[in-house]
Structure formats: structure tokens, C-alpha cells
């Protein structure tokens, strides 16, 4: 299973990006996708999550209403508005093996290897 993020760059503050992330080995449809973001030095932190039947998204205090995760022909997609300095970091896309999903990172089996995303 490979998952390859891509989209990320230089952006000014109230820019917008679009993140993707491409799958091979493994399909989207049925299992919970999310992407989580770190900085160096930090914990992961969690920034949306999509259930397996597409129906439910989920997002944290920081991202409501700036950011959307969505999904189309097995490619995971983050679209960023309004972004902040503090958005800044890399961004990685994590898929579990199940239709639910969890909070934690842990929990999420495979993993991109990051784009990095800066906001100044």
C-alpha cells in the first residue's frame, strides 16, 4: 500500500491550497481516511477525518470551517482555506483498515510520506 500526498507549497496568510493524496495498493471506498498534520518538535495532530461510507466528516476546533477533506476516484483531497501561519507544517493522509474512525493517530494503519505546508 502507498500513499502519495502532494499540493503543498509557500502560501500567504488567507491563501488557499489543495491537498491530495493518491492510493495504490488499497481502496478508499469502506475505510476511514484522514489527514493529520506535525511540526517538528510536536505531537501529530489530528485535522479531518472521512468515514468509510463518504457520509461522515470530521474536523477539529482549529480546522472547522477553513478546511474540507472529501474523496473522488481513490484520491483523498483537502482543500485549506483562509490559512494562518499557524497552519504551518508538514501534512501527512493516514488510512485505517476500518469503515469507522478514531481519533487517534495510532490507530490509523497506513501513511503518506508528508507535503510540506507553509502559510507566510
Known amino acids: 500500500v502507498q500513499l502519495v500526498e502532494s499540493g503543498g507549497g509557500l502560501v500567504q496568510p488567507g491563501g488557499s491550497l489543495r491537498l491530495a493524496c493518491a492510493a495504490s495498493?488499497?481502496?478508499?471506498?469502506?475505510?476511514?481516511m484522514g489527514w493529520f498534520r506535525q511540526v517538528t518538535g510536536k505531537e501529530t495532530e489530528g485535522v479531518a477525518r472521512i468515514d468509510g461510507s463518504g457520509q461522515y466528516t470530521f474536523y477539529t476546533d482549529a480546522t472547522k470551517g477553513r478546511f474540507t477533506i472529501s474523496r473522488a476516484d481513490n484520491t483523498l483531497y483537502l482543500q485549506m482555506n483562509d490559512l494562518k501561519p499557524e497552519d504551518s507544517a508538514t501534512y501527512y493522509c493516514a488510512a485505517m483498515v476500518t469503515t469507522g474512525c478514531s481519533v487517534s493517530p495510532e490507530t490509523f494503519r497506513w501513511w503518506g510520506q508528508g507535503t510540506q505546508v507553509t502559510v507566510s
Open positions: 495498493g488499497v481502496t478508499y471506498d469502506n475505510i476511514c
